[in-house]
Nanobody, 122 residues
Framework: QLQLVESGGGLVQPGGSLSLSCAAS????????IGWFRQAPGKEREGVSC????????DYADSVKGRFTISRDNAKNTVYLQMNILKPEDTALYYC???????????????WGQGTQVTVSA
């Protein structure tokens, strides 16, 4: 069964850091661009970051530039999102997705994980 599984979410204080992982089961991520998205209650899903299948291209939403870093480890079939200087407005359910190109729009992706919750609060 083809599956993407996110992990690493949790509760963190403002200004803190958290690292999210996106692991593939049943297929290899080597052939896919990977995007990270987030959705908070009452808000629409937002593209946060993406990385090309070769890892040479990446993009970030303006709201997270300079704070978040995306990377991939093909040997572990995993993509990471390092989140620093977290703010309360970063609180959301974070999803990873596999698609055909690195873009911040959801239309680029056709395989989605179930999400991991990130809560930034004192």
């Amino acid at each position: 069964q083809l599956q993407l599984v996110e992990s690493g979410g949790g509760l963190v204080q403002p200004g803190g850091s958290l690292s999210l992982s996106c692991a593939a089961s049943g297929f290899t991520l080597n052939y896919y661009a990977i995007g990270w998205f987030r959705q908070a209650p009452g808000k629409e899903r937002e593209g946060v970051s993406c990385i090309s299948r070769g890892g040479d291209i990446s993009d970030y939403a303006d709201s997270v530039k300079g704070r978040f870093t995306i990377s991939r480890d093909n040997a572990k079939n995993t993509v990471y999102l390092q989140m620093n200087i977290l703010k309360p407005e970063d609180t959301a359910l974070y999803y990873c997705a596999a698609g055909r190109a690195c873009g911040l729009g959801s239309h680029w992706y056709d395989r989605w994980g179930q999400g991991t919750q990130v809560t930034v609060s004192a």
